[in-house]
């Protein structure tokens, strides 16, 4: 039986861009959104490599596999095993303070939670086995920090700020339907559309910027 949760349990905390190499992709996400990505980190656990910028209270990462890095023996997360192409914007993640709790009450696929490190920062990311999220990889990441510490706070403001981030996807409603209780309703709105695909505005000095 599953409990019923405050609409706020889960919030926003990142949007993760994926590409094939981290320095191209970077250049052309800094080229597309008008900013500076400032910061490298790398995740040994995962054998990927991002860099970030802060846009508030939510932070923006471009994700790539590190060649120089030794690969996990599972499939990394967000699917980036099987990414192609241009760069583009993958995943939404969600923040919890009880991360547990939150896949105890979701349907399975969403994975189970890894304990991470990088420097001071320590968090739980829920990482399918298979390394693909449900709904086709469109269903968010869940996240839980445990030092106390968000990078959003320590990253450089590249000064732009999220308006609206869409969901496109030919199950939007159940989507809708399943996550909507778990979030507060101005996080994300769900599109049917069969093409599905992450669409995120953000507002900025020089007015709205389109990311998808």
Known sequence: MRLMWD????????????????????????QRLGISLEVQGEHPDMGTHNRLASTGDIYLEVLAINPDAKGPNRPRWFNIDNFSGTPRLTNWILQTDDIEGVLANLPGGFGEPLALQRGDLKWRMAVPKTGILPWDGLGPAIIQWDAGQHPSAILPDCGLRLSRLTIHHPQAVEMAELLGPFMPRDTAQFMPDEDAKLVAIYDGPNGEIRLE
């Open 7 to 30: 609409m706020s349990l889960l919030k926003l905390d990142h949007l993760a861009v994926s590409c094939e190499a981290l320095d191209a992709g970077a250049t052309a996400i800094e």
